[in-house]
């Protein structure tokens, strides 16, 4: 059924009677500041005075931005909002229409109602992409989705902001009856397919049937006209039949004392026509065009009452509905039944408490209490935020169904975004696999230098946690300091965003150089050390890496503008370079044969010779990456050997002319055993969890020792894995490093301990 608008009250002069307007409007909502109210009608009516008809405009005799946003206010003013939101309504047209600026009403009317509609504004992001004009430019819809996850963001941290929308929209498609009928379907179908299933989320059940209703009129005039025309046939003699059943129903009430208000139900078109079609029926078997709505006191009630009913009139079977013990998803809760009513005429009956009815009328706004702050504590609001931000993101999957561009928006906005919240409530819009420093990064550069600790949900978390939609985050931050520079190695995980990486190298640019230097220094070494990679030239290294000296290397990568991983890397191929002047070793011991069907074998090449067997050096264990020799042995063929090896040494002096030139294949495609000393204060657990993160990282382990010093308290952990490359390598000991009670990971050679 289609909602009638109430006229403005209009004075002699033709103008709206402003005083008579607000007395009518307070009806509703207490304003504190009426002057504030009367301000923004008459800016918006002057700002209207001042500019001919907007291109925006529904119509040729469209009532205008200042009527719209007058009819705005009444629509929310009904729902119980504050004055900030009719505010925001009255003067919305107005900045949309370009006739007044978002500076202009943050300077008059403050930050909040500028804010409110610059949300209302990024709405119109939604219906961009999923309704392009016949204008939109190639690549506009794209470039929207940004847009979309703003209005997200803004929807999520205040509800009004789509309640602000919703009227907008009311207003929008009550006005198009007088537009031309290209006009009417292009507002009818955005209406239909965004913003009566956002109602329908939202629960404001009177603003959601309307908006249903007004869009079928134009999306299907004729099976609109038809349901019409066979209800108003049926008009009179219905009314007599639910007068006749009212007066039976409060008879029986009274009866047991139980104090009920009763009314007939109007039935909307559109739910008439889509049970028509969904269940392939006649209009006169749906059940519910004669339908009588109860509202009693309290829950108890209202199974009484569905017992009166029911001892009345014989029920319907399945068609009984307990939407109070499983309420909607929005929140709806009554009980549904069908009976057999007189003169055998089937009739519905829905059972609900006043509170119910009041919630499924306004829906989130029943329970929403917007005073320009929340007034409810810091859990109830959190609460509060968590279960809009499900209903928006389920309200999304609503509108999907209506546009495959929707699939895009999810990729895009949904699972590549997280929403997590402050301790207040706030919503702060992250990227996936964001960690609580990029969350503090995002809230204040300084919250992200002195953040020491974090609490998920209120547990004490790592700061490498991965957040996810829903969290709610509290920073623990220190008087003074920075960051850590173990915040900027990628194998740690400890930031993801490119803003917070940014926020930590500049923190470090501004220290002082020999900070810088000293840091970076103690980087490199400690990393050669964990790693056994020796005699790195580091001048030499410098030079590779386009610096003039290797102090400039050591402060740039101190200052986080050089990554380790580049570092390592270079030092790598220099050392690979520079294996003809290092010596070889002498124990050998074949990890495993290979057929060589040229001078390239699998992953080592060996220079000047074809069809030879090489294994891997036992005492040493090279890996990709690492300076290697080959030693050409008796019947086991090529042994390949780091180049510093303890063996490979002797040999050299001993048996040069069976060295041979060897080097590593570009990209490795074996695997190669390397041992790695783990120490730790002893624990129950801790080698499962070793293995844990061998298993993650998808690494064979081919041997574990272990021995505890029961005295000391202190474990120590040989393990001999399968690697490919270096990189690899390094990323694992990061791993372990970061597991309770470990003190100490580096790579370990044959003898000793790199």
């Known amino acids: 059924m289609v909602k009638v608008r109430e006229d403005h009250p209009i004075l002699e002069d033709g103008t709206v009677n402003l005083d008579l307007w607000l007395e009518r409007i307070q009806e509703d909502v207490n304003i504190q500041n009426t002057d504030q109210v009367i301000q923004a009608c008459e800016w918006a009516r002057q700002a209207q005075d001042k500019v001919e008809a907007h291109e925006d405009m529904w119509a040729d005799n469209h009532p205008g931005s200042y009527r719209t946003g007058l009819e705005m206010a009444e629509i929310l003013a009904e729902l119980s909002l504050d004055q900030e939101v009719l505010v925001a309504a009255i ?35 939604i219906g961009t992409i999923l309704h392009p004009t016949p204008n939109t430019v190639l690549g506009q819809t794209e470039g929207q989705l940004d847009n979309v996850r703003k209005m ?8 009004r902001v789509a309640l602000i929308k919703l009227a907008e929209r009311t207003c929008a498609i009550r006005a198009v009856k007088n537009g031309n009928r290209k006009k009417r379907y292009r507002v009818a179908r955005e209406v239909f397919d965004i913003y009566a299933p956002l109602a329908h989320r939202l629960g404001i059940g009177h603003i959601k049937w309307e908006l249903e209703d007004l869009s079928f009129r134009y999306l299907q005039p004729n099976a609109y006209k038809q349901i019409a025309s066979l209800l108003d046939e049926k008009r009179l003699d219905r009314q007599t039949f639910i007068d006749d059943v009212l007066y039976t129903l409060r008879n029986a009430l009274d009866r047991v004392g139980i104090e009920g208000e009763l009314m007939g139900r109007a039935k909307h078109i559109y739910s008439i026509w889509r049970k028509m079609q969904r269940k392939n029926i006649d209009f006169h078997q749906v059940y519910d ?4 709505r109860m509202l009693v006191p309290e829950v108890r009630d209202c199974y009484a009452a569905l017992g009166i009913v029911h001892g009345l009139w014989k029920n319907i079977p399945h068609e009984f509905d307990d939407y109070i013990a499983s309420p909607k998803e929005n929140g709806y809760a009554s009980l549904h039944t069908a009976v057999i009513g007189p ?35 810091k859990s109830d609001s959190y609460e509060d935020k968590i279960n809009w931000l499900r209903q928006v993101l389920e309200w999304h999957e609503d509108v999907g169904n209506a546009n495959e561009l929707l699939d895009q928006i999810r990729t895009g906005i949904e699972e590549d975004r997280i929403y997590a919240f402050t301790p207040d409530g706030h919503v702060v819009d992250l ?4 960690t609580p420093l990029d969350f503090a990064y995002r809230v204040h550069t300084e919250v992200g230098h002195r953040c020491r600790g974090v609490k998920i949900n209120g ?13 709610q985050v509290e920073v623990l931050t220190a008087k003074e300091g920075g960051p850590s520079r173990d915040w900027l190695n990628h194998n740690l995980g400890y930031v993801n965003s490119t803003r917070a990486r940014a926020k930590i190298r500049h923190w470090f640019k501004e220290q002082a150089r020999d900070q810088n230097l000293a840091g970076g220094r103690q980087m490199a070494e400690r990393e050669m050390k964990r790693l056994a990679l020796s005699n790195v030239d580091y001048r030499n290294l410098a030079t590779k890496l386009n610096y003039q000296h290797e102090d400039d290397m050591f402060a740039s990568l101190g200052a986080g503008d050089l990554r380790i991983s580049q ?26 044969e290979r057929s060589k069907a040229s001078s390239r074998g699998g992953d080592v090449m060996i220079g000047g010779v074809g069809n030879l067997l090489s294994n891997i050096a036992s005492c040493c264990k090279p890996v990709p990456g690492d300076a290697i020799v080959g030693f050409i042995t008796q019947g086991r063929g090529v042994s390949i050997h780091r180049s ?25 495609t074996d695997t190669y055993t390397v041992d790695i000393l783990i120490e730790a204060y002893d624990r129950s657990g801790l080698l499962r969890d070793i293995m844990n993160v061998m298993a993650n990282e998808n690494v064979s382990v081919a041997a574990v020792n272990t021995r505890s010093d029961k005295k000391q308290n202190i474990a120590r952990i040989v393990l001999t894995m399968e690697i490919r490359k270096l990189e690899e390598l390094g990323r694992i000991m990061d791993k372990i490093g970061q597991l309770p009670n470990i003190t100490d990971v580096h790579r370990q050679l044959a003898g000793g301990v790199a």
């Not at 107005?94 to 909040?112: A, H, M, P, Q, Y």
């Not at 997200?152 to 509800?159: A, H, K, R």
């Not at 089937?346 to 009815?357: A, G, N, P, S």
């Not at 510093?644 to 490795?668: F, G, K, P, Y």
């Open 343 to 377: 003169e055998g005429k089937v009739l519905e009956i829905q059972i609900r408490t006043h509170q119910m009815h009041e919630e499924a009328e306004l829906g989130v706004c029943a329970h929403w209490l917007y005073k320009g702050t929340d007034t409810a504590g």
């Open 152 to 159: 997200l963001v803004t929807m999520i941290d205040d509800v």
């Open 431 to 434: 990227a996936a696999g964001a």
């Open 644 to 668: 510093d090896c303890s063996n490979a040494l002797q040999l050299e002096e001993t048996d040069h002319e069976r060295m041979i030139e060897v080097s590593w294949e570009e990209e490795a």
């Open 567 to 592: 570092v390592i890397g270079a030092a790598q191929r220099q050392l690979e370079s520079e294996h003809h002047d290092e010596q070889l070793d002498l124990a050998l011991a074949p990890v495993r």
């Open 91 to 125: 003067l919305y047209r107005s900045v949309r229409e370009d006739k007044l600026s978002l500076d202009f009403i943050r300077t008059e009317f403050g930050v909040g109602v500028a804010k409110l509609i610059e949300g209302v504004l990024q709405m119109a992001a």
């Open 459 to 471: 547990k004490i978390v790592p700061l490498n946690t991965r957040l996810a939609t829903g969290d």
């Open 289 to 292: 065009v004669r339908a009588v």
